[in-house]
């Protein structure tokens, strides 16, 4: 059974950090290009971060540039993202989500895009 797994989420203070982790088990992974979304109490899922299945191509939404960094293990078949200098509007729950990629190096950051979801981490920025 194919499926996307997120962990660690939890409390956190502002200026503080988190790593989140996507697992995946039951792919290919590394035919799949790898997108970070969340979902505020109250707002549409937003895009967050988005990997090329290479993983040399990066993209960033403009609320996290400079503080959020995205990677990935093809041997580990993990997705990271590193998020720095939380900030209570960083709270969320952040969703995992993949895309059969035919490109080595091509993006798929829209929700449209995505073929696969995992079932979210709950990230909590309070002091």
């Known amino acids: 059974q194919s499926q996307l797994v997120e962990s660690g989420g939890g409390l956190v203070q502002p200026g503080g950090s988190l790593r989140l982790s996507c697992a995946a088990s039951g792919f290919t992974f590394a035919y799949l290009a790898i997108g970070w979304f969340r979902q505020a109490p109250g707002k549409e899922r937003e895009g967050v971060s988005c990997?090329?299945?290479?993983?040399?191509?990066?993209n960033y939404a403009d609320s996290v540039k400079s503080r959020f960094a995205i990677s990935r293990d093809n041997v580990e078949n993990t997705v990271y993202l590193q998020m720095n200098s939380l900030k209570p509007e960083d709270t969320a729950v952040y969703y995992c989500a993949a895309a059969r990629s035919l490109l080595r190096e091509s993006l798929y950051c829209r929700e449209g895009d995505m073929d696969y979801w995992g079932k979210g981490t709950l990230v909590t920025v309070s002091s």
């Open positions: 990997i090329s299945r290479g993983g040399k191509i990066t």
